[in-house]
């Protein structure tokens, strides 16, 4: 398996990658990444400091006063290239998903091919940054509006989806001539790396994409609050992004964030039983729960509840927890202590606040069987705070009216859906739900290159995506000529 330790690192450390090229620690520090299902050692990567965060920051600068000039053709040829290596180095992609950041196989085939397909969404980015003709009060003159590519971004991403985030942002930033410094999770760098590594390949400059792998808490406020930073875009949860924004609002600097969920899903009596469940599953248990568009709440109309209940609890008591590169297992291991603390935190408080396990609750290893909780209450953590984890709580509601006041009862906005025969519920359900995305008969964990994905409330504000993206990586300049 090729790794990004070329250079004089040794097979054993993945570098830093600047200038298009593997490169130590300036102090020579190491990160151990590790295998989330025993929590063995995966690799080793070199630890980012604020100076090397400084020197990657440097190299785009240098790379966009070149970059921006590129044309349209050449940027797309190189976003199509990128697209096919992908393509070619799909499964080791995917062994990276699996062995650095817990994935199932079936998780990391979905998060492998969409970041290919985002890649590939990219080049048809170049040639729409366009701007428009305008008319004037002015006899005789001309306006318009053209874009200029921003310049150096930083992306910062979660995690839970580290190919998906990273493939999506970095190709859309050089879609339209920004360069990208990228700051991955501490827990999964080396797919990111790989990743620089294919674009390099394809033929971007040196420069273009640099990657600091390390601790965000170390070095990410040097990286956000760095003068030729400017746009920051952030993935994860919903504290440290209120830090990023708050640091980006004292440097009038642009910032999108997209963060985590408490996403609800309804389904009322008329709903296709079999789907419903189906989707509720799905919109939940895909790497065992850690899913910030995943459905932690089921509202159920009170006349199916009981049903639903058997059904889906029948069901989720059986969910494949095997070899994670068997393609039928869809429970993996949870990345890291902190976030198994927090979802045994959460199962505990509900449980000894009155809440039913219905079923789940007991872990193996680093894995927590699906869990179904019935009788949650507002006093439960559970409740209202993310778990991040394959937790689900099932309410019984008595109409659409206390369904949708139920869904609405957060801080987080991200995504929901329903599933309902009724066109008018689910109209009335996508207009009053208070969330960035709604789904109508289909799981609330959806995503397209081209659609605006994102949340309101603590859930963020911005929207990602090809049309969106324009936005946060381009600035519009009004021109007027005068004859
Ligand atoms: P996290 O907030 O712990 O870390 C996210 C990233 O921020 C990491 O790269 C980390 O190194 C970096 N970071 C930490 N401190 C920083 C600082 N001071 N400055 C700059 N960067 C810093 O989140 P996580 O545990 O990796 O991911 C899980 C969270 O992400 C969940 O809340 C989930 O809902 C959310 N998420 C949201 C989306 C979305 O599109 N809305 C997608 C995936 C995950």
């Not at 109508?440 to 993206?469: K, L």
Request: net charge negative; glycine share 8%; charged share 20%.
């Amino acid at each position: 398996m090729a790794f990004c330790n070329t250079g004089n690192l040794g097979p054993n450390l993945d570098g830093i990658w600047i200038d298009n090229k593997p490169t130590a620690a300036s102090d020579g520090g190491v990160l151990a990444v590790l295998n989330p299902l025993d929590d063995s050692l995966y690799r080793n990567v070199a630890e980012s400091t604020v100076d090397d965060v400084n020197r990657a920051v440097e190299s785009a600068h240098k790379a966009f006063q070149t970059y921006k000039h590129t044309t349209t053709k050449e940027r797309e040829k190189m976003l199509c290239k990128a697209a096919d290596l992908m393509e070619q180095y799909i499964d080791e992609l995917k062994d990276i998903l699996i062995d650095e950041g817990g994935s199932a196989y079936r998780k990391a085939s979905f998060e492998a091919e969409k970041a290919v397909s985002f890649v590939r969404a990219s080049a048809g980015m170049v040639r729409q940054m366009t701007g428009k003709t305008l008319p004037s009060d002015y006899p005789d003159k001309i306006s318009m509006t053209i874009r200029a590519p921003r310049g150096v971004v930083a992306v910062i991403t979660p995690f839970n989806v580290p190919l998906i985030k990273a493939a999506r942002l970095c190709a859309n930033a050089l879609a339209t001539g920004s360069t990208v410094v990228l700051l991955p999770s501490e827990h999964t760098p080396i797919v990111s790396l790989r990743f620089a590594e294919i674009l390099a390949e394809a033929g971007f400059p040196s420069g273009t994409v640099n990657v600091v792998p390390g601790n965000g808490y170390k070095i990410g406020d040097a990286l956000t609050t760095h003068k030729l930073i400017k746009t920051v875009t952030f993935t994860g949860s919903t504290v440290v992004g209120k830090h990023i924004q708050k640091l980006c609002a004292e440097q009038n600097k642009h910032v999108t964030l997209e963060l985590g969920g408490k996403n609800p899903l309804v389904i009322m009596a008329d709903a296709n039983m079999k789907d419903a469940v189906q989707g509720a599953l799905r919109g939940i248990f895909m790497h065992q729960g850690q899913a910030c568009i995943g459905s932690s709440r089921i509202y159920v109309e009170k006349t199916i509840y009981p049903k639903f209940v058997e059904m889906y609890v029948g069901i989720a008591s059986k969910i494949g927890m095997g070899d994670l590169r068997d393609p039928e297992t869809i429970i993996g291991p949870i990345i890291s202590d902190r976030q198994r603390d927090r979802i045994k935190q959460h199962i505990e408080d509900a449980v000894s606040k009155g809440a039913e396990l219905a079923t789940g609750g007991v872990w193996t290893g680093n894995r927590c069987a699906p869990t179904v909780l019935l009788n949650v209450t507002k006093e439960m953590d559970v409740c209202q705070q993310e778990t991040f984890g394959p937790v689900v709580s099932i309410y019984p509601v008595d109409s659409f009216d206390e369904a949708l006041s139920c869904a609405n009862d957060t801080e987080y906005g991200l995504s929901a859906a329903i599933y309902t025969a009724n066109l008018n519920n689910a109209m009335a359900f996508a207009k009053g739900i208070e969330s960035g995305m709604v789904h109508i008969n289909s799981p609330s964990i959806s995503d397209e290159a081209h659609v605006p994905f994102g949340g309101i409330g603590d859930s963020g504000f911005g929207r990602e995506g090809t049309e969106a993206d324009l936005e946060t990586f381009t600035d519009l300049k009004w021109v007027t000529i005068q004859s």
